[in-house]
């Protein structure tokens, strides 16, 4: 298990930079945290099940968002 954090630019305007924050284990993707969408997204059963949970945690969210 581990977490990934990474800025994504789009182009040289700072308000198109996105971070995703990922959590992979055995190197596959089960969650992630777009700042473009805000919230947390579940690429696998166990990671929608992280999702909805962090997604309702406005502490988690809040983290997440800066």
Do not use: H
């Amino acid at each position: 298990w581990y977490d990934l954090n990474r800025c994504v630019f789009n182009s040289t305007d700072p308000k198109d930079i996105e971070y995703i924050y990922s959590q992979y284990y055995n190197k596959l993707e089960y969650v992630r945290f777009s700042s473009s969408l805000g919230k947390f997204v579940g690429y696998t059963e166990y990671g929608v099940k992280n999702a909805e949970y962090f997604n309702n945690d406005p502490s988690i969210l809040a983290r997440r968002r800066g």
